[in-house]
């Protein structure tokens, strides 16, 4: 059973109250494919991989005191972004071209990559959509782990793609050899979320550079590193150096997690100049970004105190969290981003609705046929109401 955005604004689910009880309708989540429900009335990614939604409520009967269904910054943007925005808000009668540009050589700086290299759009899933739109016009398929962020993939299936998912190995980290055997002659790209979004987890990134290096002489390898500056800075192995090196791999980075800006949306994406040239010649990506973002982007990646703090925040309340859940039993998916997934003992929809009725928002998803919870990190208050919701929810 298919339902359209249209249909969904029309039965109330995208009202305002509805998307605040409906956490899979996060903006960061692709609707410009139709959804595919399940009997029950989940969300259908895979055979594997469905979510749970709730029924819409009114507005008046959802007031969240923590809001962590949504993988959202609770600290951010910076106080240097935000003075930068207030400025350029100045200058919203003109158009951002001359300071992108700067933006894209301060990206291009970071990531040893020539400016030609770097791709803008409003957010790393209006970029992956857009790419998921151009790759994949005339048919093909797409590989990927399963289960993993769904933006690309709903809509490269939206223009007639097939999807080959691979199930994740034991330790959720991506099954890298059954990906590289899916390649086949109509693969037109192959998707890497790492870390993985819902699982928290990360594949190596020595094997996953090898892996790199051997597919993308088959198809396209697309890095999704939406959640990669969450780890110590030690350990942020990106991609980005196999571009410079002249591999056909595409990495995709965005403002929206340790930069706070999710609001903002500001997202790049780093390729060879002959693959964004192809998506430039369909759609501009910079286009849509405002000249206030662009600004608060250019002061967000001078404050490193602020992602320092925000990253050692993060680290706090998903220990703490961990170490709560250990108390309690729950064998949780080992993390390095900002959110956790641990199975529930309760069916997700009814677990749902019983923390909303806490105040406390949250994703549910079955995956391998076992209900789990995806749990955002907040402040370290929220991830306290979190933990005393979950008591009177599971107890």
Same mark, same amino acid.
């Given at each position: ?9 029309? %039965? ?52 969240? /005191? ?34 992108? @540009? ?136 990106? =991609? ?14 965005? @403002? ?44 967000? =990646?001078?404050?490193?105190? @602020? ?30 981003? %900002? ?7 309760? /069916? ?48």
């Amino acid at each position: 059973m298919k339902t359209s955005r249209r249909q969904l604004l029309k %039965s109330g689910l995208l009202t305002l109250g509805g998307f605040a009880v409906s956490p899979h309708l996060s903006f960061s989540e692709s609707w410009r494919a139709p959804a595919t429900f399940s009997k029950e009335g989940n969300v259908l990614y895979s055979p594997f991989f469905e979510e749970y939604i709730h029924e819409a409520f009114p507005e008046s009967k959802v007031v969240l /005191k923590a809001k962590l269904n949504a993988n959202e910054n609770p600290y951010g943007p910076s106080p240097m972004a935000v003075k930068a925005h207030q400025e350029g808000s100045l200058m919203g009668n003109r158009y951002a071209w001359k300071d992108l @540009f700067k933006l894209i050589e301060k990206i291009s700086d970071k990531e040893g990559v020539k400016a030609e290299n770097v791709m803008m759009g409003p957010g790393s899933s209006d970029l992956l959509e857009k790419f998921g739109l151009v790759l994949f016009m005339n048919g093909g398929n797409i590989v990927s782990a399963d289960p993993s962020y769904m933006s690309m993939i709903r809509v490269a299936e939206s223009v007639g793609a097939s999807w080959k998912g691979v199930k994740l190995k034991d330790d959720w980290s991506h099954d890298l050899e059954g990906m590289e055997k899916a390649i086949d002659d109509e693969t037109k790209l192959v998707y890497v979320c790492n870390p993985n979004n819902p699982t928290g987890s990360i594949t190596d990134g020595e094997a996953l550079k090898e892996f790199c290096i051997r597919a993308s002489k088959k198809a396209p390898v697309f890095i999704d590193e939406a959640y990669i500056e969450f780890l110590p800075e030690k350990e942020q192995m990106s =991609m980005a150096s196999l571009v410079a090196d002249g591999h056909n791999v595409i990495i995709a980075r965005t @403002f929206s997690k340790i930069h706070g800006m999710a609001g903002l949306r500001i997202g790049y994406v780093v390729a060879n100049e002959s693959i964004t040239e192809k998506i430039s010649k369909i759609t501009r990506g910079g286009m849509g970004i405002s000249y206030p973002s662009v600004m608060a982007a250019l002061a967000s =990646m001078e404050d490193e105190k @602020f992602q320092k703090e925000s990253r050692a925040k993060n680290t706090a309340a998903r220990k703490y969290v961990c170490t709560e859940l250990k108390k309690r039993g729950y064998d949780y998916v080992p993390s390095v981003t %900002s959110f956790v997934l641990f199975p529930i003992e309760m /069916k997700g929809k009814l677990f749902l609705e019983k923390m909303t009725n806490q105040n406390v928002g949250v994703r549910s998803f079955k995956i391998y046929d076992q209900d789990w919870c995806r749990v955002s990190m907040g402040t370290m208050e929220e991830m306290k109401l979190f933990i005393n919701a979950l008591d009177t929810v599971l107890s």
